[in-house]
């Protein structure tokens, strides 16, 4: 098993079903990059800084959890770091197509780009960012959707 897991995603915000896959991925791996990444199909709500700014804190209890940003293609960055693998949550059959043709093209382009799957946590299956996004834009109750220790920081963001 590669010793390094690379976590990839757009994290705008990160999610408590982004930090579920993270830290069972922190129990697998020796070390966990969560890598704040640039997708170009989508316009974020928070900036690439308040994105790195809040997985760092809601990584801040796993010691072998560190956070990164790129803002270039996934495969070079993983050819710079080397002896790694790319770790993603699945939720539902939904993502399965879009998960499936990232990772086909990103080996396609990278020869040494794996990328392993895990299944999201069952209480989480409905979660993502951009729910979470709607949710808290029209005032609604976000806690238990994003990590603890974010939440008044999203809620002041994201609240109109
Ligand atoms: O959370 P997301 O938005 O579904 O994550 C997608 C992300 C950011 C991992 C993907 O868009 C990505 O890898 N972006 C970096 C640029 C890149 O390599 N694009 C080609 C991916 S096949």
Redesign the pocket.
């Known amino acids: 098993m590669k010793k390094t897991a690379v976590c ?5 915000p990160i999610t408590a079903g982004h930090l579920d896959i993270i830290s069972r991925a922190s129990k697998l791996f020796d070390q966990v990059v969560v ?8 316009h974020t709500a928070f900036t690439l800084e308040e994105r790195v700014a809040l997985a760092q804190k809601a990584t801040a209890h796993l010691e072998n959890v560190r956070v990164e940003s ?8 993983l050819r710079d770091l080397g002896d790694c693998v790319i770790v ?1 949550g699945l939720r539902a059959v939904s993502d399965f197509e ?2 499936f ?6 080996k396609k ?1 990278y020869d040494g780009a794996e990328t392993i799957f895990l299944t999201t946590g069952a209480e989480n299956m409905y979660l993502s ?1 951009s729910l979470v996004k709607q949710i808290a834009q029209f005032g609604g109750d976000i806690s238990g959707f994003v990590p603890d220790c974010i939440l008044e920081e999203i809620k002041n963001r994201l609240v109109k």
Do not use: H
Request: net charge negative; glycine share 6%.
């Open positions: 990839p995603g757009s994290f705008d890598l704040i990444s640039v997708n170009a199909a989508k790129s803002d270039g293609l996934l495969v070079d960055y993603k879009y998960e043709q990232m990772a086909l093209a990103n382009l960012s």
